[in-house]
């Protein structure tokens, strides 16, 4: 078959079911697709995958809101514990309302309640060589208050073992500022309010409806969405706020607009854009972008406070 010579260096095994000879390249053409192949298979290995940018390491990180201890003590943020697939984890603060320097360790309590019986300000470790040193767990604090200080380190125990325990915050001088428990870190950061009357109003409008804030990945920025009936009708530039109180009980509970004073201004006004308008049937349905400097950890279970045209405060409700 002289009009086949021309394919002398390819190999080809059948065409349309007609036998072909084979060409004196298909020991070459094996070994092609043999390396072929194994490099597929190198690829599709975990080390490979783990290589990756795509590929999606297990997250394994518990949270504590860190909320003070003491009268005296003005401390709030969070502390993060990040685990490492040796066992040690990574302990971040974000914290505010520090006064100085100091220490922090996870406790073998399982409350911040003093005077309750899971209280313990016992180190949590699993024996010698996991001891809480005081030199390796430290932070430091900014003359504002804020840390945000990071260390490593295995008090021999997982996650499934410190989930559940206590992080004590010391000053310089081992007193307890701050204290929270720590827990599972939530993904989807998204906190919601059911609105109803604020305490003791007595006027005729009865608002009723949700408040959603949404947090943006890795940030401490929200949308604030809301959609609300009930309210005055044809309100204009009307408020709509957390607060710093986490309670509907009382007028004092709620208390003043919530937000972290060291890192950000009064966002909660008109100019900051925490606003409302109603239409004709005293409906409101819209958004904002906002940030008051904490995060989704300090925000939950705080109060949203909707204001009629004159200021009053006529609806409540708790982000959960």
């Known amino acids: 078959r002289r ?6 260096s390819i190999s080809f095994t059948k065409i ?23 490099i597929l298979q190198l690829l599709s290995s975990p080390l490979c995958a783990a290589e990756d940018p795509g590929y999606r390491i297990p997250r394994s990180s518990l949270i504590a809101l860190v909320e003070p201890f003491g009268d005296a003590s003005e401390a709030l943020g969070t ?3 990040s685990f490492n697939s040796d066992g040690s984890f990574l302990f971040a603060l974000d914290m505010g309302g520090l006064k100085t320097d100091g220490t922090a360790i996870i406790a073998e309590g399982i409350t911040c309640d003093s005077s309750g019986d899971g209280f313990s300000t016992t180190p949590y470790f699993l024996g010698s060589g996991y001891e809480w040193d005081g030199t ?8 504002e208050g804020i840390s945000k200080s990071a260390f490593r380190f295995n008090n021999g125990y997982g996650e499934e ?8 915050i010391y000053n310089d001088s081992d007193d307890i500022v701050g204290c929270g428990t ?10 919601m309010a059911e609105m109803g009357k604020y305490p003791n109003y007595t006027g005729d409008l009865r608002a009723v409806g949700k408040v959603v804030v949404s947090f943006a990945t890795g940030s401490d920025n929200f949308l604030f969405r809301y959609r609300i009936g009930g309210l005055e009708a044809d309100c204009t530039d009307c408020g709509i706020h957390i607060h710093a109180g986490t309670s509907c009980e009382t007028h004092e509970l709620v208390k003043g607009h919530g937000w972290n004073s060291v890192v950000v201004q009064d966002l909660w006004t008109a100019a900051g854009g925490a606003t409302y308008n109603t239409n004709a049937k005293g409906r409101a349905k819209g958004y904002f972008h906002m940030f008051n400097g904490y995060g989704y950890e300090e925000n939950k279970n705080h109060a949203v406070v909707i204001h009629g045209q004159d200021g009053t405060r006529i609806a409540c409700g708790l982000l959960m």
């Open 136 to 143: 390796t767990n430290f932070y430091n604090a900014l003359s």
């Open 182 to 191: 720590l827990g599972k870190e939530v993904n989807r950061k998204v906190l």
């Open 3 to 8: 009009h086949n010579t021309y394919v002398e």
């Open 161 to 168: 073992e410190n989930d559940g325990h206590a992080v004590l």
């Open 79 to 81: 502390a993060t514990v």
């Open 16 to 38: 349309s079911h007609r036998e072909v000879p084979h060409t004196t390249s298909h020991a070459k053409m094996k070994a092609s697709t043999v390396a072929l192949a194994t």
